[in-house]
Nanobody
Framework: VQLQASGGGLVQAGGSLRLSCTAS????????MGWFRQAPGKEREFVAA????????SYADSVKGRFTISRDNAKTAVYLQMNSLKPEDTAVYYC??????????????WGKGTQVTVSS
């Protein structure tokens, strides 16, 4: 499966962004989806995940209450609504897919990232 993330940009602290990720390829296979991020000089970290049907979600503690993951299977897309952004949210954000029910690490498929920069 091929993944393409978009929607990154520059935003002031307290602002919002919505990231999108579209999937193409082996669409008959059900995939859980996730968002990860990597800040300069840091390891890539988990942000949020959603099961194939969308009934189960998981979030990193650092984004709980601020970020919301959702998906539209008709459009084979997953979204990350990011509110109340902080400078420490600055990173390259990646979407990923996995055949497990829901996954927060060791994802099978990765897309190219999209840069999110939050200014103070």
């Amino acid at each position: 499966v091929q993944l393409q993330a978009s929607g990154g940009g520059l935003v002031q602290a307290g602002g919002s962004l919505r990231l999108s990720c579209t999937a193409s390829g082996r669409s008959r296979i059900r995939y859980s989806m996730g968002w990860f991020r990597q800040a300069p000089g840091k390891e890539r970290e988990f942000v949020a995940a959603i099961s194939w049907a969308g009934e189960t979600t998981s979030y990193a503690d650092s984004v709980k209450g601020r970020f919301t993951i959702s998906r539209d299977n008709a459009k084979t897309a997953v979204y990350l609504q990011m509110n109340s952004l902080k400078p420490e949210d600055t990173a390259v954000y990646y979407c990923a897919a996995d055949r497990r029910y829901i996954a927060t690490m060791n994802m099978e498929y990765w897309g190219k990232g999209t840069q999110v920069t939050v200014s103070s």
